[in-house]
C-alpha cells in the first residue's frame, strides 16, 4: 500500500509542476502542442527513474560535501543518453525539443527529487517516486498543451478541430499564453483543493537545486538579499 | 561595417526579440523569485551578464578546440555544465578573496546562478547557432542584458502588484505569472522589428 503511496504522491497530491511549482521553464516551453509536451515528459520522466535509481543506490558512497555535482553528473549522463536515443530514433522530436531537451540536466524536478528522496530511500522506493513525480510532470504539461493547442490552434495532436476554426485565440499559443495558462491552471488547482494541497504561496528555497550551495554557508536564499544591501 | 552590423543585429534580436526569460521561457525560476524589488532584480541581472560573459568564454573554446576536433561533442551537456559550476564557484571564492565590496553586491547571487537554465541555454544556443567567438560573447551580451531588462521591468510591476488584492485563488504565483504574461506581451510586440531594420 505504501509504495502505491509513493507513486500517487507526485502524480496529483505533489505534482511536481501544478502544486510544488518546479520545473517551470520547460512546462511553459514545451506545452504548444500536445506532441511536444508528451515527448518532454517522458524524456523528462525516463531522466528521472534512472537518475533517481542510480543516486539512491550512491546514496551510501557520494560524500555529503561534494553530493550536488555528483548528482549533476549522473543526471547529465542520463540526459545525453536520452539525447543520443532521440536523435538516432526520433530525429523530428530531438529537432522540435531542441535546447529544451539538454536543459533537462537543470531541470529543478530532477535534482530536486534526488536531494529531497533519492539520497534517503531504497532503490525501488526512488524509481517509483521518479514515475510518479515523472507522469505528474507529464500530465500538467499535457493538461496545459491541451488548453493551448485546442484553444490556441483549433487542433488537438496535429489533427484539426472543425467547429473551432473560427474561435481560435493564436495569443495562447504565443509566449504571453503560456505564463497566462499556467497561472490560470495553478489557481485552478488552488480553488478545487481549497487550501488543503500545500500550494506554495512563493519561490522559496524548497526543491530549488542551488540551495544545497546557499545552505552551505548557513543561510538560505531568502537572506540573501538582506545582506546585499 | 557588415560585422559591426551582425553584430547589432545580434543584441537586438537576444535583448528584444528573442528575449531569454519572456520568450524562450529560459530561467523563469530567478526571474519570479528574485523579482520583489528592483535593487534585487538587477543585483540578479548584473550576476547573470557576469556568468553568462564568463561562461560563453570558458565553453565556446572548449567546445571548438577541445571536443569537436576529438568527435565528442556528445559530451557536450556533461562538459558545459560541469565547467559551467565548477567556474561559479571558482569566481565566487576569488571574488571573496580578492574583491570583498563586489562579493558582497554580486556574490550572493552567484550560487543561484551555477544551475540556472538560461547560462547553460545560453551556451548550447552559441553552438547550435554557428556563431563565432565573437559573436558568441556578443549574444551572451545580449541575452544577459535581456534579463536583466525582463527583471527590472518585472520588479516595477510587481512592486505595484503587492498593494493589490486579488481573488484568493490567485494570490502568490499564479497572479504573478499573469503579469508575467502581460509583461511578456508587451515583449513579443517587438516580433519581426529586427527583421525589418537590418533584414534577413
Not at chain 1, 19 to 25: H, N, Y
Not at chain 1, 126 to 133: C, E, H, Q, R, T
Not at chain 2, 109 to 131: E, M, S
Amino acid at each position: 500500500m505504501k509504495k502505491i503511496k509513493v507513486f500517487t504522491n507526485g502524480l496529483i497530491k505533489e505534482n511536481p509542476v501544478l502544486v510544488l511549482v518546479l520545473g517551470t521553464c520547460p512546462t511553459l516551453a514545451m506545452s504548444v502542442s500536445v506532441i511536444n509536451a508528451i515527448a518532454m515528459g517522458l524524456a523528462a520522466t525516463a531522466v528521472l527513474i534512472c537518475s533517481n535509481a542510480v543516486i539512491s543506490l550512491l546514496r551510501k558512497v557520494i560524500p555529503d560535501t561534494v553530493r550536488i555535482p555528483c548528482y549533476i553528473v549522473v543526471i547529465a549522463g542520463f540526459v545525453t543518453l536520452v539525447q543520443m536515443l532521440m536523435e538516432a530514433y526520433l530525429p523530428d522530436l530531438y529537432d522540435m525539443l531542441g535546447v529544451y531537451l539538454a536543459l533537462i540536466v537543470v531541470n529543478c524536478i530532477i535534482l530536486g527529487r534526488a536531494e529531497m528522496f533519492a539520497n534517503k530511500h531504497n532503490v525501488f522506493e526512488s524509481a517509483l517516486d521518479g514515475l510518479g513525480m515523472g507522469f505528474g510532470f507529464t500530465l500538467a504539461l499535457l493538461l496545459m498543451a491541451t488548453v493551448r493547442e485546442v484553444l490556441g490552434n483549433a487542433s488537438f495532436a496535429g489533427m484539426s478541430i472543425g467547429f473551432l476554426q473560427d474561435y481560435k485565440i493564436p495569443i495562447l499559443t504565443a509566449p504571453p499564453g503560456g505564463f497566462l495558462v499556467f497561472g490560470c491552471m495553478i489557481a485552478l488547482v488552488a480553488y478545487l483543493t481549497r487550501g488543503k494541497a500545500p500550494i506554495k504561496k512563493s519561490f522559496d528555497c524548497e526543491g530549488c537545486p542551488s540551495a544545497a550551495f546557499c545552505r552551505k554557508e548557513g543561510k538560505a536564499c531568502g537572506t540573501a538579499e538582506t545582506e546585499a544591501k | 561595417m557588415e560585422t559591426y552590423k551582425l553584430l547589432l543585429k545580434i543584441i537586438m534580436t537576444s535583448v528584444l526579440v528573442n528575449n531569454y526569460v519572456l520568450n524562450k521561457f529560459l530561467g523563469i525560476c530567478p526571474f519570479l523569485g528574485v523579482s520583489k524589488k528592483i535593487d534585487q532584480a538587477s543585483g540578479m541581472g548584473a550576476a547573470v551578464i557576469f556568468v553568462m560573459l564568463l561562461a560563453t568564454a570558458a565553453t565556446w573554446p572548449i567546445q571548438t578546440y577541445l571536443l569537436e576536433p576529438n568527435g565528442m561533442g556528445y559530451l557536450q551537456t556533461i562538459v558545459f555544465i560541469l565547467v559551467i559550476a565548477a567556474l561559479v564557484q571558482f569566481v565566487e571564492i576569488v571574488l571573496k578573496k580578492f574583491l570583498p565590496s563586489l562579493h558582497g553586491s554580486l556574490g550572493v547571487y552567484l550560487p543561484l546562478i551555477t544551475t540556472n537554465c538560461a547560462v547553460l541555454g545560453v551556451t548550447i544556443n552559441n553552438i547550435t547557432d554557428g556563431y563565432n567567438f565573437l559573436q558568441s560573447m556578443v549574444s551572451s551580451l545580449g541575452c544577459g542584458l535581456g534579463f536583466l531588462l525582463a527583471m527590472v521591468i518585472f520588479a516595477g510591476v510587481r512592486e505595484r502588484m503587492e498593494e493589490a488584492d486579488p481573488p484568493k485563488a490567485f494570490k502568490g504565483i499564479p497572479i504573478t505569472l499573469v503579469a508575467a504574461s502581460i509583461v511578456s506581451m508587451a515583449f513579443y510586440g517587438f516580433g519581426g522589428f529586427v527583421t525589418s531594420l537590418f533584414g534577413e
